[in-house]
């Protein structure tokens, strides 16, 4: 049985107070789940969110880590500060730090091979942009991210990867791709990572979806057997829509 995760990304929103005011009402309306549920608030207010959800499970993870343990890296921020303040997961590969912060997939390999040896987990994203997908290259460039960041990896790093479908196309757009068009990637994504890796490792692993997932259309794509949650952008920052994607896995 593959974790069910809901995962919300705020990226550059909610102040100290906006956050404190969105954990307070998503605790106030958590649903009993067996969904594994977790939200990325910006980096300073990571404290206060670990702090406000003690006892409750709901997860914390950043949004982005430097691959470096320290050093001459200015805004930057290491595994180790993110582990002293209780944050285990980290979001990395965002379409968004690929295009505006230039993050290439050997950066992002850097990055994923620290934070799994220090233990952390990774909500690894990748996905096609609107041109590849109109050339029919989307699993061509699917691959090539999985393999070029992911699949030096060793077997046993496997149990802290999480994988995160994001069509760049689909992101904070309005444009969903279809429970169809989302089933036959992840199952692309299962076979490259069994070829890859194993077949346990393959069966075992969640991927998630990501791309204007909304109250509306969550149930349907999750109801695909290849899709094991969702990665939520817009819809987090509202308590009750993301409460009802979160449902939405029943
Ligand atoms: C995201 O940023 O990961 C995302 C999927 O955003 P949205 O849900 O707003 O498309």
Redo the contacts with the bound molecule.
């Keep these: 049985m593959r974790t069910k995760i809901v995962a919300g990304?705020w990226?550059m929103n909610q102040d100290l107070e906006g956050t404190r005011s969105l954990l307070r009402d998503l605790v106030a309306n958590l649903p009993r789940t067996s969904v594994s549920v977790m939200v990325a608030p910006p980096f300073v207010n990571l404290p206060e969110a670990v702090a406000l959800l003690q006892g409750v499970s709901v997860e914390v993870a950043a949004q982005n880590m430097h691959f470096a343990d320290s050093g001459a890296y200015t805004g930057e921020i290491s595994a180790e500060m993110l582990l002293s303040v209780g944050v285990k997961t980290v979001i990395l590969g965002?379409?968004?730090r690929r295009a505006y912060f230039r993050e290439d997939d050997e950066l992002l390999s850097k990055k994923v091979g620290k934070a799994v040896e220090k233990g952390m987990n990774v909500i690894f994203?990748f996905g096609e942009e609107l041109a590849d997908r109109y050339d029919g290259k989307h699993f061509e460039v699917v691959e090539r991210q999985l393999k070029n960041a992911l699949f030096d990896l060793p077997e046993t790093a496997w149990k802290q990867i999480i994988l995160?479908y994001?069509p760049v196309w689909?992101?904070?757009?309005g444009e969903t791709a279809s429970p169809e068009q989302a089933q036959e990637m992840h199952a692309f994504i299962r076979k490259q990572v069994a070829g890859a890796c194993s077949e346990s490792v393959a069966e075992g692993i969640s991927i998630l979806y990501?791309?204007?997932?909304k109250p509306g259309n969550a149930a349907e794509i999750f109801s695909k057997p290849d899709v094991d949650g969702g990665?939520?952008?817009?819809?987090?920052l509202v308590a009750d829509d993301f409460i009802a994607i979160i449902k939405a896995f029943g």
Excluded: F
Excluded at 170 to 173: F, H, L, S
Excluded at 210 to 213: F, I, N, T
Excluded at 231 to 236: K, Q, T, Y
């Design positions: 990304n990226k965002h379409s968004e994203c995160a994001e689909a992101i904070g757009t990501g791309g204007s997932v990665l939520i952008g817009g819809a987090s």
